[in-house]
């Protein structure tokens, strides 16, 4: 299936392990293609896949990384040397919170690379300094990130499946389908026609001392960045679609540029990134092109709208989804 094949680097390794299970093959008259599937299109983007091989485009550029991974401990090292220096003073301190912020951050999109063992060949090397960015750099768990996220990826915006929209309905309401649906039951843990509201309260927590302050906008940057290419996007139970049709309607992109490429951590294409997870995020804008094609062809909707947009709409579908519940719910 698509989904094994974007997920395993090396599926000669992964097959030892499988082939224990193998019960047989499927009949001559049987479909391998279940219905609710697109078949032209499963065979259209595997073909892609091939294509994207061939190029080479599963292939990391070491020196991309390391030079990621330089800056990452720069910036770490320079904002405690700043407050080591010159004081815990207002601008010092201040100076010192950015280069913190921008560096963990920046370790945040690149431990995502090293969870989707794009950034070397042998998948060992990919789990140990994933371990050393996630752990020692962040201060979180590896193998917490990559079990959810593995989720989050074979099916996202899908209810009960995807753990990224595990905060509804306590905190939001998310996606017209759901928000009218919780209305008509007349469920309210929170008061949703306002959650484009409160959502800039809940995703960035008011603290206070230094280390939790850089945590704080950390997550700001984090949230904004996460969500633009999601929430805005169909959210629904899982409808079991193909693997090319299954992204395209949970995903959207975010215009190129040199800022929005190191802001967003190559998450601008998050399209890319969700139809091969493994390919380094180097390469994302040479199979753009190739992906826009395929999507044109199928008549495939490829959304890509500037970054301020993008931002601007999580707020708008929160909002819209808050309104629909609460015609539901007022709803006679």
């Known amino acids: 299936q698509d989904a094994f094949v974007a997920f395993h680097v090396n599926k000669v390794l992964v097959s030892k392990y499988l082939k224990p299970l193998q019960v047989g093959e499927l009949a001559?008259?049987?479909?391998?293609?279940?219905?609710?599937?697109?078949?032209m299109l499963v065979k259209d983007f595997r073909e892609l896949r091939a294509t994207v091989e061939r190029m080479?485009?599963?292939?990391?550029?070491?020196?991309?990384?390391?030079?990621?991974?330089?800056?990452?401990?720069?910036?770490?090292?320079?904002?405690?040397?700043?407050?080591?220096?010159?004081?815990?003073?207002?601008?010092?301190?201040?100076?010192?919170?950015?280069?913190?912020?921008?560096?963990?951050?920046?370790?945040?999109?690149?431990?995502?690379?090293?969870?989707?063992?794009?950034?070397?060949?042998?998948?060992?090397?990919?789990?140990?300094?994933?371990?050393?960015?996630?752990?020692?750099?962040?201060?979180?768990?590896?193998?917490?990130?990559?079990?959810?996220?593995?989720?989050?990826?074979?099916?996202p915006n899908c209810f009960h499946k995807d753990p990224d929209i595990d905060m509804h309905p306590f905190l939001f309401t998310l996606g017209k389908k759901f928000s009218v649906e919780l209305g008509i039951k007349k469920k309210k843990y929170m008061p949703y026609n306002h959650q484009h509201k409160y959502f800039f309260i809940t995703a960035h927590p008011a603290l206070n001392?230094?280390?939790?302050?850089?945590?704080?906008?950390?997550?700001?940057?984090?949230?904004?960045?996460?969500?633009?290419?999601?929430?805005?996007?169909?959210?629904?139970?899982?409808?079991?679609?193909?693997?090319?049709?299954?992204?395209?309607?949970?995903?959207?992109?975010?215009?190129?540029?040199?800022?929005?490429?190191?802001?967003?951590?190559?998450?601008?294409?998050?399209?890319?990134h969700h139809l091969f997870p493994t390919m380094p995020r180097h390469n994302y804008w040479k199979v753009a092109p190739l992906v826009k094609s395929l999507c044109a062809k199928h008549s495939l909707e490829y959304q890509c709208k500037p970054l301020l947009t993008a931002f601007a709409d999580i707020v708008h579908s929160l909002k819209s989804s808050g309104e629909l519940w609460h015609d539901a719910y007022l709803h006679k």
């Open 28 to 39: 001559p008259d049987q479909p391998s293609i279940e219905p609710t599937k697109n078949e």
């Open 56 to 155: 080479g485009l599963l292939e990391p550029n070491q020196l991309f990384f390391f030079l990621l991974l330089a800056h990452i401990v720069l910036l770490d090292i320079a904002a405690w040397l700043i407050l080591f220096y010159f004081g815990t003073s207002l601008l010092p301190f201040v100076f010192s919170l950015l280069l913190l912020t921008i560096s963990q951050v920046q370790a945040s999109w690149l431990q995502h690379d090293l969870g989707h063992l794009s950034v070397f060949r042998k998948t060992k090397w990919n789990h140990l300094l994933h371990k050393f960015v996630m752990c020692h750099l962040i201060g979180a768990s590896a193998k917490w990130w990559t079990l959810l996220h593995s989720q989050h990826h074979a099916k």
């Open 209 to 272: 001392s230094l280390i939790s302050l850089h945590r704080m906008l950390e997550s700001s940057w984090f949230v904004w960045v996460s969500q633009m290419n999601h929430i805005p996007m169909d959210i629904d139970y899982d409808k079991n679609l193909d693997w090319m049709s299954t992204q395209l309607q949970a995903t959207c992109n975010v215009e190129q540029s040199l800022f929005n490429d190191w802001f967003t951590g190559h998450l601008n294409f998050q399209i890319e």
